[in-house]
């Protein structure tokens, strides 16, 4: 075999490689990249024009706390709809609203009829619709691939998404200071298309819905959450992945006042922080695509959030712009740790009938988190300032850290295994 064709065989068979050697996935994942570039860039243009219509660290909260609570509030009953029904026919049906939004923002903003109080209603309106496309986005991989090639499929999910995230903020920048906010809005409209596009061509490998006779939203919701209760340690992960959220993460979300009103940057300085922020994702992401051993996992989350509560009281402190966009690439990074690490804990630890309503509260933390947490910190820097808000929330978030630890053995011993290895423990 020649140099070349051992290099395409040991890529086809290692890390990454041996999910994209998968057609459907790779379909999959590539047409999420292309939607993710345009949702950063959407995001992007969402936060500029509130700053530049408020110029106020609360509006942005503020703005970053509706998109996130309108999300949040139907992620559960979204995440109890794809336990109980073909996802991929409601990922179809998301994705056409989703176009349908995104278009109906791009029309207001070229006829100049955006005023603030529009703007909240248009985010609302893509946060339900995200809310409902959430929990499909993190079943679907795994009825692509087999089991034992999950851990790279979510590796390559996140390296995408994260490349796009250092990708789409960038451009954004570029799109907007060049063009205008209504060209970012009409990029994010066509880019969805992509993904409507895939949704028709794909095929499950694995159909982890069965059908049965409904039982009540009500009572199969309540049994999600039974399943995390009586799963052991899952729950005291939640909490801390809960406090990554809310505490940790929620700085991206006020980038632009970060820019405009500490540094004098504008939209180039947010441009730079949010590139920044996905490069730190990005590499994180791309380790782990390769990262096959679930065992040690909790461990290591643990050092990674150590290394963060550093850095975010760092980033809290400094008035030099390039030590902030330093700190910006790690804080990426270690949350990005911390979330795909999460995740891959998670999927590999619960069981495929339930999986809709367990990622469905896994993405409440990660969507909501962030959300919830910037509308607190841009409140209180708004009495106060932003450095003594973002020192405040990474003190809380130490205590969530010092709680965790003792724990940390426990959780090990229960989530580093799959669901086959504890039902036969069990038999």
Partial sequence: MSNFGYFVSRLGNHGMGRALRHRDFSLYATAGWVSNVGLWIHRTAVFWLTWEMTHSFSMLGAMAFVDGISTILVMPYAGTLSDRFNRLTLAKIVQLALICICSLTTLLSVTDMITIKVLFLLVILNGVAEGFWTPLRMTIPPSLVPKKD????????????????????????????????????????????????????????????????????????????????????????????????????????????????????????????????????????????????????????????????????????????????????????????????????????????????????WGVILRGGPAVGAWIIGAVAGYSNLQLALTLATVAFISIWIWVLPRTKAMAKNLERSVEEREADIT
């Fill in 150 to 361: 999950l851990p790279p499929a979510l590796g390559v999910s996140a390296t995408l998404f994260n490349l796009a995230q250092f990708i789409g903020p960038a451009l954004g920048g570029i799109i907007i200071s060049s063009l205008s906010v209504t060209h970012a809005f009409a990029f994010n409209a066509v880019s969805y298309l992509a993904y409507l596009g895939v949704l028709f061509i794909i095929r499950f490998r694995y159909e982890e819905v069965i059908p049965h006779k409904p039982k009540g939203f009500i009572t199969e919701f309540k049994e999600g959450l039974t399943y995390i209760t009586k799963m052991p340690g899952l729950r005291g992960f939640l909490i801390l992945s809960l406090g990554v959220s809310v505490l940790m993460r929620a700085y991206r979300e006020l980038f632009a006042g970060i820019s405009d009103g500490i540094f004098n940057m504008g939209v180039e300085g947010l441009a730079i922080l949010s590139s920044a922020s996905g490069l730190g994702a990005m590499i994180t992401a791309i380790y782990l695509g390769s990262f096959t051993k679930i065992p040690g996992l909790i461990k290591t989350i643990m050092f990674v959030l150590l290394i963060s509560i550093i850095t975010q009281l760092i980033f809290a402190s400094t008035n030099l712009f390039w030590i902030a966009v330093t700190c910006a690439i790690i804080l990426s990074g270690t949350a990005t740790y911390a979330g795909i690490a999460g995740q891959l804990l998670i999927q590999n630890t619960i069981h495929g009938s339930v999986r809709g309503r367990v990622m469905s509260i």
